[in-house]
């Protein structure tokens, strides 16, 4: 499982790109398409134009990283107005929404299911009033360690 902690910025680039594009390529963009740097540990997150394919470029110490995923069924849930030929540069996610387009949540669209909720119960009846002497004898017990008074 990927871990997208917290220290790391993550970029979703915009235009949708050549998924045969390999890690200096990527690079490439991310330097002179997106005017960022790709040695600063951010992660870059690249989509295929039909939306069924993402690559996330990363660099580590010494050298990148590349992660690619391809979906059998479906389209990745990229947020609306993300994504277009037209719009350069890129959508800053944060961990949360990055596993929730890998998985393929579109939070755009989510919608709250109802779900169990225990129902309230009923109000206790008092057992005795307030100032009955069966309760100041209980709790004069319990102040006492259990020991009565008489």
Known sequence: MLNFSGNRRIFLARSPIDMRKGAGSLASIVEYGLSMDPYAGDIFLFVGR?????????????????????LERGNFAIPP?????????????????IHLLLEGINVHHATYHAHYHRPPLPP?????PEGSAALRSAVAASANGGERQS
């Open 81 to 97: 107005n993300a994504m277009a030929p037209d719009r350069p540069g890129t959508l800053p996610l944060s961990p949360a929404e």
């Open 50 to 70: 039909a939306k069924n394919r993402v690559k996330l470029l990363v660099w580590e110490n010494s050298g990148f990283w590349i992660c690619a995923k391809r």
């Open 124 to 128: 206790m009846a008092n057992p005795a």
